[in-house]
């Protein structure tokens, strides 16, 4: 699977942002997805995923109740909406493939990385 990360952008605290991934390959409908993000000198950390169908989605603790990941198998795309944004949201945002169905929270879990989007949050 080969993905490619969009939406990033420069955004004022409290706003919203929208990141899509599109993905290539056959295999996309029967894999489960996540996002990550590095910030500069941290390592990059789990952010959400959500399995091949859509119907289980796991969000790290910062981010639940004002992000929203989600997929449209159809067109091979997965989403990430973001709501009410914090200066410490700003990083590199990367959209990965899992190996199975079913989602890891770790890096290692997941085979495939996008190129990687920037999401800045000015305070």
């Known amino acids: 699977v080969q993905l490619q990360a969009s939406g990033g952008g420069l955004v004022q605290a409290g706003g919203s942002l929208r990141l899509s991934c599109a993905a290539s390959?056959?295999?996309?409908?029967?894999?489960?997805m996540g996002w990550f993000r590095q910030a500069p000198g941290k390592e990059r950390e789990f952010v959400a995923t959500?399995?091949?169908?859509?119907?289980?989605?796991n969000y790290d603790d910062s981010v639940r109740n004002r992000f929203t990941i989600s997929r449209d198998n159809a067109k091979n795309t997965v989403l990430l909406q973001m709501n009410s944004l914090k200066s410490e949201d700003t990083a590199v945002y990367y959209c990965?493939?899992?190996?199975?169905?079913?989602?890891?929270?770790?890096?290692?879990?997941?085979?495939?990385w996008g190129q990687g989007t920037q999401v800045t949050v000015s305070s």
């Open positions: 990965a493939a899992g190996r199975t169905r079913l989602a890891g929270r770790t890096p290692d879990d997941f085979g495939s």
């Open positions: 390959g056959r295999t996309f409908s029967s894999i489960a």
């Open positions: 959500i399995n091949w169908s859509g119907g289980l989605r």
